[in-house]
């Protein structure tokens, strides 16, 4: 696999790099469509043709804050990889794979930062307690995410009966923004604590924009969107880390894996930004 991103040596070099791009190519309970395990090579290979430049920012993101790349990384070294970069005080940009990589990688978090929360964009609500026999299955990833920290679920325009439940009993409800109800982002930002670790399911936008995902729900965010959203939590929040998760390349479209490789960069240009008018940092 490449690195993220198509740049010189010295801007991916372990040392002086703030983000280090996890690919976690794994896939184990994914339901309906499938190849997600391939997510993290294309976003690699899409990443090596975006522009660097990013014109609304006015900089290079990656001379801000540069990147490194590890290698693939699978589900059982994951939570030792993310100790490691946080220990040095780096941000972990995790590529998936399906989305159940995401809870070893919040409970490593949430060890770190007492005053976590996740922001997640996804069509799911992703609230069930078990799925198919298994805690660990993708469609259960906020249950597990809410045993370490709160969470505002943005984009969410599909969920079982059970979830539903469970969300009204637990209060969670007040935290799901619906994509069909979308408005403001200032509560989305106001139910965030402090340090925000965000997951990003791609199938949260629109499939007209990304159908590349094992389970397109109609009705989703449109890019514009999604960058507001991330623009207005990266310039009010610390945000310590976040994946990417479940893009399932297909052949002949290039368009979705070039977009989520853009939305990747996208957010580092924000959470640089973000560092930047916050001295301290991390
Ligand atoms: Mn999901």
Request: aromatic share 8%.
């Amino acid at each position: 696999m490449p690195d993220f991103l198509d740049i010189l040596p010295q801007y991916k070099d372990y040392k002086a790099a703030k983000f280090i791009v996890v690919p976690v190519p794994h896939e184990a309970t994914t339901t309906y469509g499938q190849g997600t395990k391939r997510g993290p090579e294309a976003i690699l290979h899409a990443s090596q043709h975006l522009e660097e430049f990013d014109q609304e920012l006015n900089f290079e993101t990656y001379k801000k804050m540069p990147v490194h790349t590890t290698a693939p990384c699978s589900l059982n070294q994951l939570s030792a990889v993310i100790d490691k970069i946080l220990n040095a005080n780096k941000i972990a940009a995790v590529l998936g794979g399906e989305h159940s990589i995401t809870p070893p990688v919040v409970r490593a978090y949430g060890k770190k930062y007492s005053q976590l929360s996740v922001l997640q964009l996804d069509a799911h609500a992703d609230l069930r307690d078990t799925f198919k026999g298994s805690l660990n299955n993708h469609a259960c990833v906020m249950r597990r995410v809410l045993e370490v920290c709160p969470a505002v679920q943005v984009g969410v325009r599909s969920l079982s009966a059970e979830e539903w439940d469970y969300a009204q009993k637990s209060g969670q409800d007040r935290r799901i923004h619906w994509a069909d109800r979308l408005s403001v982002t200032t509560q989305i930002v106001e139910a965030l604590s402090s340090d925000v670790y965000i997951t990003i399911d791609v199938d949260v936008l629109d499939p007209a924009v990304v159908p590349a995902v094992g389970t397109p729900e109609p009705g989703g965010l449109f890019w514009p969107q999604v960058l507001t959203i991330l623009r207005n939590v990266c310039a009010a929040k610390n945000v310590v880390g976040f994946d990417v998760v479940e893009l399932s390349p297909r052949r002949d479209d290039i368009a979705s894996d070039f977009t989520v490789a853009k939305m990747v960069y996208k957010l580092m240009g924000y959470i640089a930004a973000g560092q930047i008018s916050q001295p301290q940092g991390l």
